[in-house]
């Protein structure tokens, strides 16, 4: 039978158990989300991530900027929260209008405050085996819903299709660290079923919907769908065809409701962590 992967439930765990951390703190977790524009998906991402951050009892404030920014404007805010003692986790949602080079900005947060780990020495760290001051939080969430549910990744063949330096990249040190045998596929990757039908665990991260069809599955395979395709009529599709796959593999995430919510708590949980760090550091 397959188990469904349901990473609301998970995430609601995490939550709480933040929350309850927070609770018992002598001061407040800070996070600051920097929304460029008004592109409508980060815009609900932006929504649900407030949410979940008062929830936690965080310190939660978001700086919308207008569509025309200009890159000055963007890095003196971004300095100014670096500067500030009250802000833990700097976040700045992702894409930027196209007149902004994402990389101008992601490398002037401060890295102790870089909550997604996006960070080019969070980046080093991670690709060294060394402990990122955060772990992007995507594949951060992924590798938990795996070991919350007891699926084994050490000798494992895990596939990741696409390397997003969001997902894919990062994801596949993460799997290697954990001693799977990783094999990162990507547009110009042929014979793209015949490298996924070896994945003991295969992870979609492309944005296209129905990119992982049955015929495309191993047998009992662990399946994580990354993708989110908002439709005309308001639903969300992911990468693979759940309805056919699901009775192909042991273990599948669905969509809404799979790496989504685990994304969101792995960013509380890192704005967390970030907070002791500070909080340990000036002891």
């Keep these: 039978m397959t188990t469904i992967l349901d990473g ?3 995430a609601d765990k995490i939550l709480d158990n ?3 951390q927070v609770s018992k703190l002598d001061t407040t977790p800070g996070l ?4 460029v524009g008004n592109n ?9 991530k407030e949410k979940k951050a008062q929830y936690a009892g965080f310190n939660s404030i978001i700086h919308k900027l207008p569509k025309n920014t200009t890159k000055e404007s963007l890095l003196n805010l971004i300095e100014k929260l670096n500067k500030d003692c009250n802000i833990d986790g700097i976040l700045l949602q992702l894409p930027l209008p196209k007149h902004l080079n994402t990389y101008d900005f992601l490398d002037k947060i401060d890295p102790k405050k870089d909550v997604d780990g996006f960070h080019p ?36 063949n895990a596939v990741i299709i696409g390397r997003s330096n969001i997902v894919g990249k990062p994801l596949s040190m993460l799997l290697l660290n954990e001693n799977a045998t990783v094999t990162i596929a990507h547009s110009k990757t042929k ?15 492309t944005g296209t919907e129905n990119m992982v069809t049955a015929e495309m599955v191993k047998k ?27 009775d192909v593999a042991s273990n599948i995430t669905p969509v809404p409701g799979g790496i989504g919510p685990m994304t969101i708590a792995m960013l509380m949980e890192n704005t967390l962590e970030l907070h002791l760090l500070k909080t340990r550091t000036k002891e």
């Design 40 to 48: 409508p998906a980060s815009s609900i991402y932006v929504k649900n």
């Design 191 to 205: 014979n793209l079923p015949e490298i996924t039908k070896k994945a003991d665990i295969l992870i979609s991260a």
């Design 32 to 35: 600051a989300v920097i929304l």
């Design 18 to 20: 933040i929350k309850e």
């Design 8 to 10: 609301k439930t998970c």
């Design 220 to 246: 009992n395979a662990t399946i994580i769908d990354v993708g989110i395709i908002r439709k005309d009529d308001g639903k969300l599709r992911g990468d693979v065809d759940f309805d056919a796959i699901k």
């Design 121 to 156: 020495i969070n980046a080093g760290k991670l690709l060294l085996n060394e402990k990122p001051y955060a772990i992007p939080c995507t594949p951060k969430g992924i590798i938990r819903l795996l070991k919350t549910h007891n699926i084994q990744i050490e000798g494992k």
